[in-house]
């Protein structure tokens, strides 16, 4: 029964200035950040994980760092497929200056549409962020099978094989990942909102995913102003 944690990073500079941050290098977490970031890893409900897979940009790198504290992981390695999205020219601007770009409502109201100016398309961060997760998913499935061949073969009847990923990653790629799970149009993946420094969980034992949780964190209200803090992009 794979199940897949997806972890924001933490509260960063770029969030607290309301700076759209994307590829930009030396954009860190806050001490704040790292303290909130801290409270939610334990409300995890797994602390084992076959994988620990995160964004190569250090906001991601510095929120991995701090989870493989909380847990323990087979492997951990930074996966290109995670990265930000790239915003191209919008890159290091002001959240409410680009809102009044034309832009921007294509972005808000029809997601698939929108490529960035000099960057990438929702669309292309998408398909490669759900098709690293389908990858991951695959290879806990072919795992599991192995260990419950083995625990066969002994007689080891010790209840399900069951094998956890967590991948650390950025807003609007794991709201893509969302979105695709729950089967949700690519359009309306503006409808979630997934706070930083929080987990959702999404299991992938059945026949369709299942979200058991979304946006959990312990910094809340504090840090957000909102239902978990998914204002702060």
Given at each position: ?233
């Amino acid at each position: 029964m794979p199940v897949i944690v997806l972890l924001r990073h933490g509260v960063s500079s770029a969030n607290t200035a309301g700076i759209l941050a994307g590829r930009a290098p030396g954009v860190s977490l806050t001490d704040q950040g790292v303290s909130a970031l801290r409270d939610t890893l334990r409300m995890l409900p797994q602390q084992h994980f076959a994988r620990l897979l995160h964004s190569p940009l250090l906001r991601c790198e510095q929120t991995a760092q701090i989870a493989a504290s909380a847990i323990s992981a087979d492997s951990a390695a930074a996966v290109d497929d995670l990265i930000e999205l790239d915003y191209g020219d919008w890159t290091g601007r002001r959240l409410k200056d680009l809102g009044s770009e034309e832009l921007w409502k294509t972005v808000i109201d029809e997601a698939s549409q929108a490529r960035f100016p000099g960057g990438e398309s929702i669309a292309e961060a998408a398909d490669r962020a759900v098709s690293r997760v389908r990858t991951v998913v695959g290879e806990l499935r072919t795992e599991e099978r192995t260990e419950a061949d083995q625990r066969t073969q002994k007689s080891d009847d010790t209840g399900p094989v069951s094998r956890w990923a967590m991948l650390v990653s950025h807003g609007d790629i794991i709201k893509a990942i969302i979105a695709d799970a729950l089967a949700m149009p690519l359009d309306d993946f503006q409808r979630l909102s997934v706070a930083p420094g929080s987990f959702t969980v999404i299991d992938f034992s059945g026949p369709r995913p299942v979200m058991t949780a979304m946006s959990v964190t312990a910094a809340g209200l504090s840090e957000g102003g909102v239902p978990g803090g998914g204002n702060l992009r």
